[in-house]
């Protein structure tokens, strides 16, 4: 995959992908990440990328030239051919869609992805209505800019990209995967979150500081351990995130856990 980011901040990238999955995954030549700084694509003397809006407010907005200039530099596909060419242009924005995992799923899917890097008062709204082909917010809460949006989108879609991570299954089964992971008897392996949040995780040593592993992890018994994974993740979305239960996949199992949680709850 290639991802090329547009912004006014080019140095702010040097360190947020030099290191863990994304810098491998660069190195493996799965990734190619460019910087592309607007300002060179200014014709002023003090490199001005952005101006006051018509009609008056506070603050200043991307001006469109520089943004423009820098696309058609890069000779991405138009908007009505990006589908076929596997290619997406994303505004950071926070009036955008919200970026979740299953977002991360479609775009890692993709060939090139073109981030545009927003500023907290806006970009001139002709960038978004005729370069990106849509706009993403990481979070219903305003940021300075899309400088941070733009690496966070960057390392949820690394890691998903195929040899990006040593074992594959582990991104199947953390929260927020829509995989179901249904077994042949029709409960739910613990491969696979279904759209919950993923379940607990233990390690050496089996007691610190008073504290305890349970006991069933130690059990052997393949089925019970699958289970009371299973039971955790229920009971840890019901406290955390119960919005995630309308549009998890369940199973009968599934169902009857959660209203055992439920009564236990009350």
């Known amino acids: 995959m290639k991802i090329d980011i547009l912004t006014i901040f080019p140095e702010f990238f040097q360190g947020p992908f030099e290191y863990g999955i994304i810098s491998r995954a660069r190195q493996a030549g799965l990734v190619q990440i460019e910087i592309r700084d607007l300002r ?80 907290y008062e806006g970009v001139d709204e002709r960038v978004g209505e005729h370069l990106a082909d849509r706009e993403i917010s990481i979070g219903d809460y305003v940021l300075s800019g899309g400088e941070l949006g733009a690496a966070i989108i960057v390392d949820a879609v690394t890691r998903l990209l195929p040899g990006a991570v040593g074992n594959e299954n582990s991104t199947r089964q953390e929260s927020f995967t829509s995989e179901t992971g249904l077994t042949q008897n029709g409960s739910m392996s613990t491969c696979a979150s279904g759209g919950l949040l993923d379940y607990p995780h233990y390690t050496r040593p089996a007691e610190f500081r008073g504290m305890f592993v349970p006991e069933v992890l130690f059990s052997g018994n393949h089925e019970e351990i699958r289970r009371w994974r299973r039971r955790t993740a229920l009971e840890k979305t019901l406290r955390n995130r119960p919005d995630l239960l309308n549009a998890a996949t369940l199973s009968e199992e599934d169902k009857r856990l959660l209203a055992q949680i439920k009564g236990e709850d009350i």
């Open 40 to 119: 060179a694509f200014t014709h002023d003397r003090h490199r001005t990328v952005d101006d006051r809006p018509f009609g008056g407010g506070e603050g200043m907005v991307l001006k469109p030239e520089p943004i423009f200039e820098c696309m058609e530099s890069l000779n991405v596909a138009t908007i009505s051919e990006r589908t076929a060419a596997r290619e997406s242009v994303i505004l950071l924005s926070a009036q955008g869609q919200r970026f979740s995992q299953q977002l991360a799923g479609e775009l890692a899917k993709l060939e090139r992805m073109v981030l545009i890097c927003g500023r």
